[in-house]
């Protein structure tokens, strides 16, 4: 079971990247999906996350309307579109996965503690002034 993701980079702020984040090894569909971020030296915080019945999008107060989480359920997919990027979105980005079935998106540790049930390895995004 995987959970590759890709399209980071190096851009200049206020510029635009979106990540992509493909499943493979199983379905996911009953899954709550997310971002999460790391920089160096800081504890990871997740960036945005969706539920698996795309009912319920959750954004970190950070994020500012900058964000936007999109997934495909069918295709085992998520995208992360980020516009008007800042030198302090600067990080390590990977996504994630947890187990929701009938919970809460809120009542997830994704939420609650930062943590998940499968994970990828990162893409590096890089905001210069």
């Known amino acids: 079971v995987q959970l590759q993701a890709s399209g980071g980079g190096s851009v200049q702020a206020g510029g635009s990247l979106t990540l992509s984040c493909e499943g493979t090894g199983r379905s996911f569909s009953q899954y709550a999906m997310g971002w999460f971020r790391q920089a160096p030296g800081k504890e990871r915080e997740l960036v945005a996350a969706m539920s698996w019945t795309k009912s319920t999008t959750y954004y970190a107060p950070f994020v500012e309307g900058r964000f936007t989480l999109s997934r495909n359920v069918a295709q085992n997919t998520m995208a992360l579109r980020m516009n008007n990027l800042r030198p302090e979105d600067t990080a390590v980005y990977f996504c994630?996965?947890?187990?929701?079935?009938?919970?809460?998106?809120?009542?997830?540790?994704?939420?609650?503690?930062?943590?998940?049930?499968?994970r990828g390895r990162g893409t590096q995004v890089t905001v210069s002034s």
């Open positions: 994630a996965a947890e187990l929701q079935a009938g919970q809460n998106l809120y009542g997830l540790g994704l939420l609650r503690d930062r943590s998940y049930d499968y």
